[in-house]
Structure formats: C-alpha cells, structure tokens
C-alpha cells in the first residue's frame, strides 16, 4: 500500500477546504515540479513542489491541478502524463490518467499534452483565477496567455478572469497548522536524524575528514528509508563552523577543534532540522565549554517561550538575552546589557535570527507577522530553536583564545496546546552526556 493510499482522507480534507475558501465562480491551478538537468542528460533526483503534493499526494513531474468550486463534473481536476509501455521500460510505471482517478482521487483527469485545448474552457466565466504567482515565471505566462485566448472569445458571451491571485495566503496558512498526520511523520524524521548525529558522535575523531562524517549522516538516512535530506548538511570543523551556510565539508578534523553539524532527513516530505556541536577529540577546551554552555542556556531560555499565546519573537528575544548577559560575563562585550540588546551589539558574533517555520520545506511556509505585529503561536505550529555563537578567526577585538570557535545548538519544537514538544530533545546536548557518549565509543 503506497503513502498517498494511507493518507487519502487527508488529502481530500485539505482540497475541501482549500476549496471552500477560494469561493464559487473562482478557478485555482497549481502546476507540479518539473525535472530538473543536472548536467548534460543527467537529471537531478526528482522532488516534487510542497504545495502541489499538499493538496494533491501525487509525486510525478509536469502535473498540473486544478480546482474549480461547484463544477458538476467534480471540483479537482488532474493533468498528468499518461501510462506508456515504452516509458515504462526506461524510467518505471506511472499513475497515468486511470490511476489519477482511481488511487488519487481526482474527479476528473487529462494528458498533460491536452492542457492547451482543456485549461482555456475551465477558465470560461470564473471572475478569480488563483496560483502560485512567480513560483514559476514561464507558467505564470502560460497562464496569462490561457486567459487571453478566453478573453479573445468574449463576443461569443465568455468572460476570463478579471483579477489574479497568489494562493500563499491560503496554502501557506493552511500548511502552518500542522495535522496530527502531519506531526507523526515529523516526528519520525526527527527520530532517524536524532540518531543520525547521535552516530556522527560515536564515530568523530581527529584525523578525520568532514566528508566522512557526513558519509555517516548519509548513511544512516537511506538505511531508515529516508532518501533524500531536508538540505545540504553543514559539517564544519574548527573554522568551518563560523560559516554559517558551509557546504563544502572536505576539510580534516584537527584535533581540539569543534564540528559543528546541521544536518537533517527528509521523510515523506516532512523535513528535520538538526544542529549539533561537539569536540572532534570528544573534551571540551575551557573557552569552547564556557561558549557551548551560553549557547545552550539561550537555546533552554528560548524553547521555554515557545508557548501557545507568545509572540513569534519571544524566544529570540529571550535568547539574545542570555547571550547578551553571558558576552559580558566573557568579556567578549562591554556595557549595560539593556543599551548593548538595544544597539544590536552582539550582532557580530550573533547575526541570524533564532529559528523559522518547519515543514515540508526545511525554512517552511508561513507568515511571520500578521498586520506588521508578531503572530501569536498556536497548537500545531513547528519551528526550530537555534541559537549560535561565531568568533571569527580575525575578531581582533576579541582575546585569542575565543577566535575561530563556531556553535550552534538546533532542535525542532512542536506548539502544543498546554506548551511545547522538543522533538528532537533525544540528541545529545548537554556537555557531559557528550563527552561520556564519545569516550564510550573511544573505549568501544
């Protein structure tokens, strides 16, 4: 039984309320993701557009969906490429027009290839036509030029829509309440990257290459039949750990440095976001223990304010804080911490922001702020808890003995209706349990 077979019902709720809200006499199309050419003829690893496979459950490329509220013939409409024999042999089965229907609940389905002559005549007297306005430029084209060709028939009594909407408004609130469904599938990528760098742990040690460790990550992924990653894992060493957005992860482990790792799986489309920060020789140096225990007492003083009821900027807030407070503790920052929050002082060795919407998209979907103030959070909502510390290698304001240390400590909270779930709470953080796990598999 496939995936898109277990959840059916939750699909169908999802189009019927998506539909509700778009109103009679209005149209919504929302194309699929297409193929992309990695070089020459090979092609990148298909991953299909979140909002499209949401609404839809269908994980083939060039589809495209359409919606029309009150149509007697069956609101969802699917455009997909037909079965063929001869495709079949070279790249696999697909759904075709039959299983469109049969296994994934379109009301009606075409041949992608027929889109031309069928979209046009859907669009006939539909006063709003919804989609995913500059997602995909040539679509939106496409789109525009449908609406010409209804509009070139007006004397014969046809009108085309008269005004364009984004769908993100309605998706992407849709998509920011996340359904128990939903909360289950995150919870299982969570578990297999919770384990994942709980391994990078056990296997790190000086001599290493980063390249290795992610091999490792990797591994453990697809071996728990989670095939592709949430995003390109970031595996830094020593320095390599103050670039935030390091990919490269082809330098060696050096002992007494840091790594840091942020890495997470994807498990039918629902992402994990980790980061973990440890010792590649498996003992916290003085200065790197005093830094990693800041960034982790911000992290505890941020997840504490993630409560239904609180603001979106409430755990920032409480982790720049902590930070603030334990720089001048350091000495890595002078002044009355109110005058060095409001001066943005600690920017240069905290310059993000301490977490973002999780979902089927790793920086999910969702409105930060509602009529210019920060959203209230709700039962259901996910997002990451990251706060970090970045001395770079030539802070020259700073003592020696700091430079070139980078930490981030990352885990994934669920809003629940009473407060919050860690979901990733089971991956070593704490500086002891760190430390003990790598020198039992030191030993081992």
């Known amino acids: 039984m496939t995936q898109q077979q277990l959840n059916i019902k939750e699909f169908l709720k999802r189009r019927k309320h998506f539909i509700r809200m778009l109103g009679k006499e209005n149209i919504a199309v929302l194309p699929g993701a297409s193929v992309l050419l990695r070089n020459r003829d090979v092609e990148f690893s298909f991953r299909q557009d979140s909002d499209f496979f949401y609404l839809t459950g269908f994980d083939e490329p060039d589809s495209v969906a359409v919606f029309i509220p ?124 919770v384990v994942a760098h709980t391994k990078a742990m056990q296997v790190c040690h000086p001599g290493m290459f980063e390249y290795q460790v992610d091999a490792t990550i990797k591994h453990h992924f697809i071996n728990n039949g989670a095939q592709q990653e949430a995003y390109p894992a970031i595996v830094g060493g020593g320095v390599n750990g103050c670039v935030l957005h390091y990919t490269k992860n082809n330098a060696k482990l050096n002992d007494g440095d840091l790594l840091l790792i942020d890495a997470g799986c994807e498990w039918q489309k629902y992402a994990s976001d980790i980061t973990r920060t440890f010792p590649v020789n498996g003992v916290f140096s003085k200065e790197q223990k005093a830094l990693y225990q800041l960034v982790l007492d911000a992290q505890y003083a941020a997840i504490a304010h993630v409560q239904p009821g609180n603001h979106w900027n409430e755990p920032h807030d409480a982790a720049v804080k902590v930070l603030t407070k334990g720089l001048v503790k350091l000495g890595l920052l002078k002044g009355r911490v109110p005058t060095l929050i409001k001066n943005e002082a600690y920017k240069p060795y905290y310059m993000h922001r301490t977490g973002h919407w999780l979902g089927m998209d790793v920086h999910d979907v969702g409105d930060y702020k509602i009529d210019k103030q920060w959203r209230l959070l709700e039962p259901g909502m996910v997002l990451t808890v990251e706060p970090g510390l970045y001395i770079q290698p030539n802070a020259k304001e700073v003592d020696k003995k700091w430079r070139g240390i980078g930490i981030r400590i990352e885990d994934d909270v669920l809003v629940t209706k009473k407060g919050h779930e860690v979901l990733t709470s089971a991956a070593p953080k704490e500086v002891k349990d760190i430390e003990a796990l790598m020198e039992k598999s030191r030993v081992a």
């Open 70 to 193: 009150g149509r007697p013939q069956g609101e969802y409409i699917l455009f997909c490429q037909e079965s063929d024999e001869k495709t079949a042999l070279w790249v696999g089965a697909n759904a075709g027009i039959d299983d469109a229907k049969a296994v994934y609940g379109a009301d009606d389905a075409f041949p992608i290839d027929d889109i031309d002559d069928i979209l046009p005549g859907l669009m006939e007297n539909k006063n709003k036509l919804y989609f995913p306005m500059g997602l995909n430029p040539s679509f939106d084209q496409q789109l525009m030029d449908w609406s010409q060709q209804v509009r070139s028939r007006a004397r014969t009594g046809v009108s085309a829509p008269a005004e364009f909407i984004s769908t993100d408004h309605l998706l992407h609130e849709m998509r920011l309440i996340k359904s128990a469904q939903e909360i289950k599938q995150m919870k299982k990528a969570a578990k297999i990257s």
